[in-house]
């Protein structure tokens, strides 16, 4: 990779961004469409972000900007303007500059999607789904979902509170979608029955200290079951989901997606997602 007078940076915000495969995606994903941008990622500190934000409106060769943990929910407040994904998700992932304007959307919704459909053959429409957490990865995911037609979704929250919050916002926006605000000790197998995809959108299972979210010998083969995490590649609950003849998906697809997204916005260009997902593979275990 060349860096020119000419190059358009896009940058990663977070704190910490250390761990991040999003450079090596995008970088392999501009490379191999001959674009002369790059990315990279900057370590931001929340008492300071909303400077690097004001920072990001006065350089002429910015190109977009992915905001990560801990950042989301104060981007969505400091932008003045949002795409339809970011104001009802209530959190931005992805940043397009229009001249000094800086414009918010939310990727990590249909990234999950489109990584349902395209990578475990899954349509939405008409499922029931168990979500368990309602923290912003919750958010965007049961979003997505809810507009492509799932029935049902149960959400199973340790903060029964963040739970109902999100159902009823879900209810306001999607009249016909049943919605469940249910706590982690309703995962039961009565319940697990009448799901169709289970999702885990908490960060449990990527430290391997961590207790499990429930008894998941309780899952029956019948369902899907994802995590949006995706490192570990595969995580206590995938692996005992697998054991137990059930389909997995981990969230390897959902980045992929989520970035495919953000790059075309940013370069009006069609994602090599090939390329990007070979990026992410080479990455797996580093
Ligand atoms: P977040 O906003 O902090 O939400 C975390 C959620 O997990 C909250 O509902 C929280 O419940 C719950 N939780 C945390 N620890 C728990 C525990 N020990 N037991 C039960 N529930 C617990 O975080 P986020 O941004 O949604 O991220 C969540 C995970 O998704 C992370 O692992 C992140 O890496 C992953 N993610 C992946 C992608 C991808 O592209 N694959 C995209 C976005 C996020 P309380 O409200 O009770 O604290």
């Known amino acids: 990779m060349e860096i020119s007078g000419e190059t358009t940076v896009c940058v990663l915000l977070g704190y910490p961004v250390a761990h991040s495969a999003s450079p090596r995606m995008h970088n392999a994903a501009f ?6 941008w790059v990315y990279i990622p900057w370590a931001v500190r929340p008492e300071v972000f909303l400077k690097a934000l ?3 409106r006065e350089i002429e060769n910015f190109g977009g900007a992915n905001v990560t943990i801990p950042h989301k929910e104060a981007a969505f407040a400091a932008l003045n303007e949002l795409s339809p ?14 001249g000094r304007i800086l414009v918010g959307h939310n990727t990590d919704g249909e990234g999950f999607v489109t990584s349902l ?8 429409r008409g499922k029931r789904v168990g979500l368990i957490g309602a923290g912003g990865g919750a958010k965007a995911v049961a979003y ?7 029935a049902e979704l149960a959400i199973f929250s340790r903060s029964q509170d963040r739970a109902r919050s999100l159902a ?3 209810r306001r926006l999607f ?5 469940l605000a249910l706590g982690l000790q309703d995962i039961e197998p009565d319940r697990l029955r009448r799901i169709d995809v289970l999702i885990n959108t908490t960060p449990v299972g990527m430290k391997p200290s961590d207790l499990a979210l429930f008894d998941y010998k309780m899952l029956p083969e019948s369902v899907l079951v994802c995590d949006l995490i995706y490192r570990p590649s595969e995580t206590p609950l995938l692996a005992s989901a697998r054991s137990r003849g059930c389909r997995v998906l981990n969230g390897t697809g959902m980045l992929l997606y989520q ?4 790059f075309e916005l940013w370069t009006g260009e069609k994602a090599p997602v090939p390329v990007m997902r070979e990026a992410l593979a080479r990455g797996e275990g580093a």
């Open 54 to 56: 004001d920072a990001l």
């Open 85 to 98: 994904d970011a104001l009802h998700i209530g959190a931005v992932n992805t940043i397009v500059p229009r």
């Open 259 to 262: 970035g495919a997204q953000a």
């Open 168 to 170: 009823s916002h879900l």
């Open 144 to 150: 997505a979902l809810a507009r492509a037609e799932a």
């Open 175 to 179: 009249g016909n979608l049943e919605v």
């Open 117 to 124: 459909r395209e990578e475990a053959g899954e349509e939405p």
């Open 31 to 36: 490379a191999a469409m001959g674009l002369d």
